[in-house]
């Protein structure tokens, strides 16, 4: 059974940072494809970040670009998001995902395995 498992959430003010990680079981993601997205309150799930097998070529949502940063450590099972300069509309659930899909994927279609997500609140 795999298992994405997300820590790191919790409540931050405006201008502040978290790191979000995201430790995955019952399956080697070294071959996958990883990605982050949100949910906020009343609005669709949306992408975030995404990273290749490989760790190359980030793809990120305008709204993040130059904030936020996707990485990964393969050896570890372990993707992660750091995110610096946060605004009050970066508050959500925050979920990773795995695509047995090598590259970089911004549509949550094309995810096969989900986390529980983590909450993210950030105050004004």
């Known amino acids: 059974q795999v298992q994405l498992v997300e820590s790191g959430g919790g409540l931050v003010q405006a201008g502040g940072s978290l790191r979000l990680s995201c430790a995955a079981a019952?399956?080697?993601?070294?071959?996958?494809?990883m990605g982050w997205l949100r949910q906020a309150p009343g609005k669709e799930r949306e992408f975030v970040a995404a990273?290749?097998?490989?760790?190359?070529?980030?793809v990120y949502a305008d709204s993040v670009k130059g904030r936020f940063t996707i990485s990964r450590h393969n050896a570890k099972n372990s993707v992660y998001l750091q995110m610096n300069s946060l605004k009050p509309e970066d508050t959500a659930v925050y979920y990773c995902?795995?695509?047995?899909?090598?590259?970089?994927?911004?549509?949550?279609?094309?995810?096969?395995?989900w986390g529980q997500g983590t909450q993210v609140t950030v105050s004004s």
């Open positions: 019952g399956r080697t993601i070294s071959s996958d494809g």
């Open positions: 995902a795995a695509t047995a899909l090598t590259g970089a994927r911004m549509s949550s279609r094309e995810y096969d395995y």
């Open positions: 990273i290749s097998w490989n760790g190359c070529s980030p």
